[in-house]
């Protein structure tokens, strides 16, 4: 599996679909780091933003209504002022019960992909209605969800998105169980050969993420690991470099 990742960090073989807004996301099955707003200090959020970008592809931004998970995080208005500040893509996760309200407005204020929970029910609406909006679109399912409920959709979406702790809080341990899972996820996408990313988040670090990355996985949402971090853009190459040496 790692010799497939390594083909795919050094040349890739399709182009990304480029957002409403025209940021590229890359070439599907690159390697990407998405460093998590949600380990950020949001008193300096611009600033945090700032320091990471050399070393990110994506910002990943943990959107959270204190229902479907307990907590509440960010919205629609940070997005949009963060969107001033970076050109960076915008990999909105979008842990809601009813997220149709609300993909209007992530996409106006700037995202450029949301990913929705296949829990929620009423996935092909929302497939739609992302697709309507020019957002690339994403699935997310939780640790004990399984493979089978993401499966009609992989040739619709552009990202699957394996959830390697329960959503809700950060600073959680890696599930590893959830590899059998990603792998697949991945099965499915080579005998299929579909244009889809599959990503991992929760307890992704240097040494968990070149596990994943065996497993299938090719974008990497690390919070803690690159914010917790007091050079959070040297945490954020150290994963990168860690999956690439794991690839040979």
Known sequence: ?????????????MQGRPSIQGRDPGRFGDVRIAPSLLSA???????????????ADWLHVDVMDG????????????VASLR?????????????TEPSRYLQDFADAGADGCTVHVEIGGTDELIAQMRGLGLRAG???????????????LGDVDLVLCMTVFPGFGGQSFIADVMAKVAQVRA???ADDLALDIEVDGGIDTTTAPVAAAAGANVFVAGTAVFGHERPWEAADAIR????????
Do not use: K, W
């Not at 599996?1 to 073989?13: E, N, Q, Y």
């Not at 200090?41 to 070393?55: H, I, K, N, R, T």
């Not at 229902?67 to 995080?73: I, K, L, Y």
């Not at 001033?84 to 809601?96: A, N, S, V």
């Open 1 to 13: 599996m790692l010799g497939a990742l390594r083909l795919r960090v050094d040349a890739g073989t």
């Open 41 to 55: 200090d949001f008193g300096v959020l611009a600033e945090q933003v700032g320091e990471v970008a050399p070393s």
């Open 67 to 78: 229902h479907f998970v307990p907590n509440v995080t960010i919205g629609p208005p940070v």
């Open 84 to 96: 001033r500040h970076t050109p960076l893509f915008f990999d909105c996760h979008l842990m809601m």
């Open 139 to 153: 699935l997310a399912l939780n640790p004990d969800t399984p493979f089978e409920a993401v499966r009609p959709y």
């Open 188 to 190: 499915a996408v080579d």
């Open 241 to 248: 470099e860690s999956v690439r040496v794991a690839a040979g």
